[in-house]
T-cell receptor, first 112, second 108 residues
């Protein structure tokens, strides 16, 4: 089954404790992206990747890192999480930039 | 000001009604994405279009690049169409900008 998986689905952590949210797709897609969704602000793009070893900043990249060492994986790294990074995070992929995206189920992160 | 604006923010319709959700954008875009977010939070892609019109079942999406406007239509609406509908513009810098969504409730 074609899908985008994210782990963990729910995470409660404390300020400053490094964490990684994994994202994996099994469709051999070139394009992958991370978004955060906040009430009243909607979805905002954090980082995206056009292909392996190619990443670029989205609208709100501050406080986040990403890597794309393999085509299928695109982890989101929070080196020192802060409470303002409490949000619902979505990973998505598409065959190429500009094509319809497949979204993961979301990761709800709470930073206390 | 958000680069992508949607209207209405909230919409309640009777089952069977024809529904239109509008999306306008102030930046240059190469394509526009319509998404559906279910009450449980999952997001599904409906359409990606850069010109003209696309149809899938009871859903129709249109875009006028020159007028910077897109519409999503739902014909013969059904309670299972109740969801949040989100449009997103892909700008020339390869970034997506999202509207804040239209919450649709279809009453039986």
């Amino acid at each position: 089954e074609a899908q985008v998986t994210q782990n963990p689905r729910y995470l409660i952590t404390v300020t400053g404790k490094k964490l990684t949210v994994t994202c994996s797709q099994n469709m051999n897609h070139e394009y992958m992206s991370w978004y955060r969704q906040d009430p009243g602000l909607g979805l905002r793009q954090i980082y995206y990747s056009m292909n392996v070893e190619v990443t670029d900043k989205g609208d709100v990249p501050e406080g986040y890192k990403v890597s794309r060492k393999e085509k299928r994986n695109f982890p989101l790294i929070l080196e020192s999480p802060s409470p303002n990074q409490t949000s619902l995070y979505f990973c998505a992929s598409s065959s190429m930039m500009g094509y319809e995206q497949y979204f993961g189920p979301g990761t709800r992160l709470t930073v206390t | 000001k958000n680069e992508v604006e949607q209207s209405p923010q909230n919409l309640t319709a009777q089952e069977g009604e024809f529904i239109t959700i509008n999306c306008s954008y102030s930046v240059g875009i190469s394509a526009l994405h319509w998404l559906q977010q279910h009450p449980g939070g999952g997001i599904v892609s409906l359409f990606m279009l850069s010109s003209g019109k696309k149809k899938h079942g009871r859903l129709i999406a249109t875009i006028n690049i020159q007028e910077k406007h897109s519409s999503l239509h739902i014909t013969a609406s059904h309670p299972r169409d109740s969801a949040v509908y989100i449009c997103a513009g892909l700008n020339t810098g390869n970034q997506f900008y999202f509207g804040t969504g239209t919450s649709l409730t279809v009453i039986p």
